[in-house]
């Protein structure tokens, strides 16, 4: 028997059995042994009967009697008496009814279970039930708890990883020797076996820390690699025009923060080396990332290359190009807008344009990477809010040259340091942590929906103050099955009563893409004072005038969500305010609380990883495939140690060949993660 052996042939594993396991995506005994418990109950100590404590309680007993009573709707409910020297006790079992026939009352038990108060009095609940003369799986040790499969009982499963004992001895160890030496880590075998037999809670942190260890480490190697392949790649080396670039800087309505200065020089720097770049610059909401592509963008567009710029919605492709126009267009530099409200002739032209080097700077949505879209000398990709792409729609745009275009990718979702290293670990990163110096920072306030009167009264004082409002809700119609206001219920509620006096707009993303364009337009122009929506206008959108959000079923929505709403506000020199009302008036979430205390979206960010984990902030679909099985990508020095000792693998000039299960795991890393 070997890792390849296919299930049927191991002991106990019928044509039955074998198909469950297959279901569960587990065919060969290598599946079966890398299929880890989850958990582990602790059920090592055998306690006396008179000694039983409430909790978890293993204790050796013959079975004096027993009884099943049918209760309502078929339900069974067998009891047990269970005898040891000490004194007696009750055992229950809920549908289990071959437990009452189970038991031979010559021969002694382990029971394993809760011991606790039901239903007035103190019983065993659905105790494992073993027999003392065979050796145990599911009592009378720490007891391994594995993911249900479906038609499995835990029982049998623990009996089949008990056969495959004899083979987890002789893993081969998967990391190099000298690794698993310098980070004092348990060998693989002694992992799996930690995991699957442990004897004490230490040997679970041990083996839990080695594997934790291994996953990290091969995603790292695999981003370092990724990283080094780019840097041999060869690019557009675009020469940095200081003239042009002063110029531009100085013609701004603004000074550029330091943070801004230190990005755009290192975004500078890099379009520079013959390589093609491969930066992320985050910056929290409202911290001016535009301004720094539009650098980027004109010392391309100086040495003669095409710049394209991909924004997820239509509303920010239009705010983009319309920004950058104003920024550029006394350059004498072109920008061109292909979204997908341009058709016909129009749209035609717009091609023949771009192909033709007409237009310097094109900015659009997915329609960006259409095959009929020809550039011409393409030299930058600017691709806001990146996390909004699949890394294929990147790679698509990316490849839309022979030559490799710059990559500058941006996004107002900071990413928490873990994140930073490992998944995005194969692109260099510039932050923008500072807000431009006449911004306030917003007050929140977490509203129970009894106080909403007193926030309309705040909202209506800042309209008479000249400012501008959003209201936010999530759903478009009202649902039988939700109670979330719909944005229409509530355009109407509003207009209708406590808005009656004011002029109000309504955005959802139903609309036709020219309908929503208007709107914006409007709200931009201040003809309505206040903008229902949905959560449509959540990325990137800018209107400086509008000084107060409220956000209707707060805790509806995620972290990093709620923080990118809220900076839709606080964009201009007002004191900005983000009401954000609760669903009902229980008690608010601590995810709630941070975002009251906290404007910082890196803050925040980390908040968010540590209560949600990582999926849930970073593109799920890209993170459901990293499936690490162990790992937390919130546990810094854990990523700490993988990063160094990943960096000391190749400074070594170590050859993966030589490490066969390594390469695959370091292989199937780098092509989830990579942007080539
Ligand atoms: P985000 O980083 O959220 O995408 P934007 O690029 O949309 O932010 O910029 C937000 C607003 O701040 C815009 O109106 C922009 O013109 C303005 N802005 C950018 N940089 C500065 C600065 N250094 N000083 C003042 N205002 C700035
Ligand atoms: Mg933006």
């Known amino acids: 028997m070997n890792l390849t052996t296919d299930i049927e042939s191991i002991k106990g594993v019928g044509p039955k059995t074998a198909k469950q396991f297959r279901v569960a995506g587990l065919a060969t005994v290598g599946d079966v042994i890398s299929f880890l418990p989850r958990r582990h109950e602790d059920f090592s100590e055998i306690v006396a009967i008179e000694a039983v404590t409430p909790g978890k309680q293993t204790i050796k007993a013959r079975v004096v009697a027993t009884e099943v009573k049918r209760v309502r709707r078929g339900m069974t409910v067998t009891t047990a008496v269970l005898q040891d020297d000490t004194g007696k006790l009750r055992a229950v079992w809920f549908n289990q009814p071959y437990r009452a026939t189970q038991f031979d009352d010559k021969q002694e038990y382990f029971f394993s279970g809760n011991f606790e108060f039901r239903y007035n009095r103190y019983q065993l609940s659905n105790p494992s039930a073993e027999k003392a003369s065979e050796v145990p799986v599911s009592t009378d040790r720490i007891v391994p708890v594995y993911r249900a499969i479906r038609g499995l009982k835990s029982q049998l499963v623990r009996k089949v990883m008990a056969e495959l004992r004899p083979i987890m001895t002789m893993l081969p160890e998967t990391l190099p020797g000298d690794i698993v030496q310098s980070q004092q880590l348990v060998s693989y075998s002694e992992a799996v076996i930690g995991l699957h037999f442990p004897e004490s809670a230490r040997d679970i942190t041990a083996a839990r820390e080695r594997l934790a260890f291994e996953e990290v480490f091969q995603l790292l190697l695999a981003s370092q690699l990724n990283k080094q392949d780019n840097k041999a790649l060869d690019g557009h080396a675009i020469a940095f025009d200081r003239t042009s670039v002063k110029e531009f800087v100085g013609q701004l309505p603004f000074d550029l923060t330091n943070a801004q200065r230190i990005a755009a020089w290192e975004i500078i720097q890099d379009m520079e080396r013959p390589t093609p770049m491969n930066r992320l610059l985050q910056g929290d909401v409202g911290s001016g990332k535009t301004v720094v592509a539009g650098l980027a963008a004109v010392s391309a567009a100086r040495a003669g290359y095409q710049t394209a710029v991909m924004a997820p919605t239509e509303i920010l492709a239009r705010q983009h190009a319309e920004t950058l126009t104003n920024l550029l267009g006394s350059f004498g530099i072109t920008v061109g807008l292909l ?48 996390h909004r792409f699949g890394v294929k729609q990147r790679q698509k745009l990316l490849d839309k040259s022979d030559t490799m275009p710059h990559l500058l990718a941006m996004t107002a979702t900071p990413i928490p340091r873990s994140l930073q290293l490992t998944v995005f670990g194969e692109m260099d990163i510039s932050i923008l942590n500072e807000r431009p110096a006449n911004r306030l920072p917003i007050k929140s306030q977490l509203v129970s929906p009894v106080s909403a009167s007193k926030v309309y009264d705040s909202i209506d004082a800042e309209i008479s103050a000249g400012r501008q409002a959003y209201v936010i809700c999530s759903l478009i119609d009202e649902s039988a099955e939700s109670d979330k206001k719909s944005v229409e219920a509530e355009y109407k509620k509003l207009k209708n009563s406590v808005f009656g006096h004011r002029s109000i707009g309504l955005l959802h993303g139903r609309m036709k893409p020219d309908e929503k364009e208007q709107v914006m337009a409007n709200f931009k122009a201040k003809k309505y004072d206040i903008l229902v929506s949905t959560t449509v206008v959540e990325v990137g959108v800018d209107v400086p005038n509008a000084s107060v959000i409220m956000i209707e079923n707060a805790d509806q929505f995620g972290l990093a969500q709620l923080h990118q709403l809220r900076g839709r506000v606080g964009r201009g020199e007002h004191q900005s305010y983000c009401y954000l009302m609760l669903s009902d008036s229980q008690k608010p979430s601590q995810r709630l609380r941070e975002l009251e205390k906290s404007n910082d979206g890196f803050y925040l960010a980390e908040v968010d990883l540590q209560l949600r984990g990582p999926g849930e902030i970073y593109g799920r679909a890209q993170h459901g495939d990293l499936n690490l099985q162990i790992a937390s990508l919130a546990d810094t020095k854990l990523l700490k140690r993988a990063q160094s000792a990943a960096e000391q693998f190749i400074t070594n000039g170590e050859d993966l060949l030589q490490y066969k299960s390594l390469q695959t795991a370091v292989d199937r890393y780098r092509r989830l993660t990579t942007l080539n």
């Open 339 to 386: 979204v997908g409200a341009v058709k016909g002739t129009a749209r035609q032209e717009l091609y023949a344009r771009i192909a033709a080097g007409d237009v310097d700077i094109v900015v659009g949505t997915h329609a960006l990477i259409q095959d009929t879209v020809k550039y011409h000398q393409l030299g930058l990709v600017v691709i806001d809010e990146q």
